[in-house]
């Protein structure tokens, strides 16, 4: 009788040992191929820095075709855009694409005053060119004080994505001092600005140029650092 019971006792510890190990096994089983993390909703939110997927430089669309499809589009669909989409659309506003440092867009002097921030449902990232990757810098999602920062205009609230311009004007001042620095950079703004409103068409994604907006508030909103200066606001997603 004890034989009988120590065993079925035995066959239960053993059972029971299997199921545990067949559950961790698939928790921590990583996602296929089919559904990577970069395309998987919220990914973003939980970590602090992110290596964007590689630009994608072999687009289906013609630079000419962009020109005539782009337009300024207000209405967006709930729908979010993946790692790859946002980081071809800042690759393409910030991305270095010259082993000397030089990027996507023009800058005078090659000294690059500009900042590229992403604003999303999981908080607000800054864009580092040199190695194509975010940084996290809020938690929360900045859109609804961007919203009244911008007069209550709906794409800032609707898009999945607002990406912002900010400029470092002292680091163009250093070369061509304080008269000639602000033309300088509003017209390196103007450049970036093109290239990710292009890049979005070629994405299939509509997108919008915003300057109206008080500057403080977008900086209060952001806690952006005390030496940059919000230049444009860039809602982009689907179209409506």
Excluded at 30 to 53: F, R, V, Y
Excluded at 158 to 187: C, H, M, N
Aim: overall charge negative.
């Amino acid at each position: 009788m004890f034989y009988k019971t120590g065993t079925s006792t035995l066959l239960i510890l053993v059972l029971l040992l299997v199921m545990v190990v067949s559950a961790c096994t698939a928790y921590t089983t990583p996602p296929t191929s089919e559904q990577s993390t970069q395309d998987l909703p919220g990914t973003m939110a939980i970590k602090k820095n992110i290596p964007l997927p590689q630009p994608d430089l072999t687009g289906a669309m013609t630079l000419e075709e962009t020109l005539v499809q782009r337009r300024s589009i207000r209405g967006f669909q709930d729908t979010y855009l993946t790692e790859a989409q946002i980081g071809q659309l800042l690759w393409a506003a910030q991305g270095v694409t010259h082993p000397s440092g030089l990027r996507t867009a023009p800058s005078a002097g090659a000294l690059y005053p500009l900042e590229i921030y992403a604003a999303t449902q999981d908080g607000l990232f800054h864009y580092q060119p040199e190695t194509h990757s975010l940084e996290r810098v809020l938690e929360r999602d900045p859109r609804p004080s961007l919203y009244q920062a911008a007069l209550r205009q709906n794409p800032v609230l609707e898009a999945p994505l607002v990406i912002l311009i900010s400029a470092v004007f002292d680091r163009t001042t250093q070369k061509y001092g304080a008269v000639r620095t602000p033309q300088y950079v509003y017209l390196e703004a103007g450049h970036v600005a093109q290239n990710i409103l292009l890049q979005a068409v070629a994405l299939d994604l509509g997108a919008v140029p915003i300057g109206a907006f008080y500057e403080d508030q977008v900086s209060k909103a952001l806690s952006l650092p005390s030496d940059q200066t919000p230049l444009y606001l860039i809602p982009v997603g689907y179209q409506e």
